[in-house]
């Protein structure tokens, strides 16, 4: 049992948002796969069809994708959370954006009928104008927002931190400073690819954001820093697809960990990855994972 801004996960793992987060039925199918809490697909105050096809790419270090921010709106969401309480007993993280902090507002209050375990505030989508990363790389308004929110609400607010801005820890301090019970950290990082053939961006939007395995090490360093500064609980994101990777952003300094573009290969991955984690804890003869959370920070 892993305990986060008050909420109780079974184990560590986390399903991200954008990843099989749209349907009740898909949160459903996370959880039987094994993961601890899921966090829902980015939820705002109107339907936005999201940008054009093609929207996403496989390379050979991982994913770029260029979604948009496609979503129902909240007012035709908010029956997918109740799906997922009703059937599961695990944390369900409701994903939000706006384009400021009365729209985030608006969204939360809206969902929250729905009765979300805490919401995680989407201040970081690298490819979606006027929303994500345009609002998140500006501490005053990353600020503003998160204490709009966290006024506005009765449950944990996480933050979601973009690595698209030259020091991350100026963002996760505004977000402490407005009232975040923790951040997250990362979403994806701003990435391109290019046909050679006809020489055309691949990406219907040109540019996206890419995750998977090549981020990973950019994660730890993003964690290890939001570690030294905050006081606030991390959760890393960026890279996960095996238990030594959620070990290495846990000692850098997170206390869950979310898994977003490895479920491609297989839901099983938080079954996987949890099981793994169990192991090497009790190998190591530790009580828990509280025990190696940020233990890099002491062999300095």
Known sequence: MVNVTGLDLKNPTILAAGIMGTTGAAMIRMVKAGAGAVVTKSIGPEPKIGHSNPSMIQLDCGYINAMGLPNPSYADFV????????????????????????????????????????????VSCPHADGYGATIGSDPALVEDITRTVRDAVDVPVWVKLTPNVTDIVDIGKAAQRGGADAVVAINTVRAMAIDVASGYPILGNRFGGLSGAAIRPIAVKCIYDLYQALDIPI????????????????????????????????????RHVSNGIERYLDEKDHAG????????????
């Open 289 to 300: 994972i509280e025990d190696i959370i940020g233990i890099a920070h002491e062999m300095i």
């Open 79 to 122: 029956d997918e959370i109740r799906i997922v309480k009703e059937a599961v007993d695990v944390p369900v993280i409701a994903s939000i954006f706006g384009g400021d902090a009365t729209e985030f507002v608006q969204v939360a209050e809206g969902l929250g009928s729905a009765d979300p375990d805490a919401f995680e505030l989407n």
């Open 235 to 270: 959760i890393g994101v960026g890279g996960v697809s095996t238990w030594q990777d959620s070990v290495e952003l846990i000692m850098a300094g997170a206390s869950a960990v979310q898994i977003g573009s490895a479920v491609v290969d297989s839901p099983y991955v938080f």
